[in-house]
């Protein structure tokens, strides 16, 4: 214990000692600063006290400036004579009479004009149409329409059966027409059938088309050559 009581006894003092010499140290340094201070003060004052002496000297010549914008606010007026010169307004004036003195008789003339002018047009036009027409009629003699054979199922070498009748509406007493609408291929082959008209009944209907799609038929033909085609086929079914 009486060791560390030295120790920190040793410890206050080189404390103390330090800050005595910062004390001292900063004291001197203060003194020199304000001295230097007061020598660089004072040569600044003296030169803002000299400069404005020569501002006054400088703000005489700016003042007979002001006399110059009154002689260039009086040159304007002397423009002025220049607007009153064109005298063009008169003549508009001088033109508008004779427009308002025409008669209703006359504008009435005017218009008439447009209506002799029409006919010109329309001759035009039917002058130039003309050769069109006469082209046009040319045209199918030029190119004569292709025969069309449709196409046939009644041919005897076909051997096409009758559609069977069904038996329930053999039953029940249905009858009636059917129009099966069937496209024919350039070989006499049904490759579609539709109804294209109905019987009624749709046993029959079912009945008509199922036996037109099996059939062959003579296949139809444009200008002598076979083409596929749409053909109605008609069929009746009625009990004896």
Do not use: C
């Amino acid at each position: 214990m009486p060791q560390f009581l030295q120790l920190v006894l040793w410890l206050t003092f080189i404390l103390a000692l330090h800050g005595v010499g910062l004390w001292a140290f900063q004291a001197g340094l203060m003194g020199r600063l304000v001295g230097h201070i007061e020598e660089v003060v004072t040569p600044v004052m003296l030169i803002a006290a000299q400069e404005p002496l020569a501002s006054p000297e400088k703000s005489g010549p700016p003042a007979p400036k002001p006399l110059t914008p009154t002689l260039v606010d009086r040159a304007p007026p002397t423009a002025s004579p220049v607007f009153t010169k064109p005298p063009a307004t008169p003549s508009i004036t001088q033109v508008s009479p004779p427009l308002l003195a025409t008669p209703p008789s006359e504008a009435g003339s005017n218009f008439t004009v447009p209506q002799a002018a029409t006919p010109a047009i329309a001759a035009v036009t039917a002058t130039n149409t003309a050769p069109n027409t006469t082209q046009a009629s040319a045209a199918p003699n030029q190119t004569p329409p292709s025969k069309i054979d449709l196409p046939s199922s009644d041919a005897a070498y076909l051997n096409n059966p009758k559609p069977p009748y069904p038996a329930l509406s053999r039953r029940l007493g249905e009858q009636g027409k059917v129009v099966i609408r069937v496209l024919i291929d350039a070989d006499g082959k049904a490759q579609q059938a539709q109804v294209h008209s109905s019987s009624g009944f749709d046993r029959l209907d079912q009945a008509g088309l199922q036996t037109v799609l099996k059939w062959q038929f003579e296949p139809g033909k444009r200008g002598g050559i076979p083409e596929a085609m749409w053909f109605n086929v008609p069929l009746i079914f009625k009990m004896d």
